[in-house]
Nanobody, 125 residues
Framework: QVQLVESGGGSVQSGGSLRLSCATF????????MAWFRQAPGKEREAIGS???????RYADSVKGRFTITQDNAKNTLYLEMNNLKPEDTAMYYC???????????????????WGQGTQVTVTS
């Protein structure tokens, strides 16, 4: 049974930075895409960005230029580097994975079949 475990969340002041990690445990097989999503209170879960097995990335417009997704295949870990954080970035952050092949990794929730439990990020002004 594959598990995704997020860590690195916390409270930071506006303009600050955080790096989230998503460690995968168990037999992962050939994960094709991984992604980061977030959900603020009272709002729908939204995509932040995705990364394919070859390293190609996509980002939502709201985080382009501020957030960077990387992966360390040797450590089976996905990262989300967040810079210039804003209060509106406050949310629970989730990582997700899919084994389904896609030439371009999707930014849609229903494209991902495995999810972590989330890590809270709070940005104060």
């Amino acid at each position: 049974q594959v598990q995704l475990v997020e860590s690195g969340g916390g409270s930071v002041q506006s303009g600050g930075s955080l790096r989230l990690s998503c460690a995968t445990f168990g037999y992962t097989g050939n994960i094709n895409c991984m992604a980061w999503f977030r959900q603020a209170p009272g709002k729908e879960r939204e995509a932040i960005g995705s990364i394919g097995s070859a390293g190609g990335t996509r980002y939502a417009d709201s985080v382009k230029g501020r957030f960077t997704i990387t992966q360390d295949n040797a450590k089976n870990t996905l990262y989300l580097e967040m810079n210039n954080l804003k209060p509106e970035d406050t949310a629970m952050y989730y990582c997700a994975a899919t084994w389904r092949y896609a030439s371009t990794c999707a930014l849609a929730l229903n494209a991902y079949s495995k999810w972590g439990q989330g890590t809270q990020v709070t940005v104060t002004s």
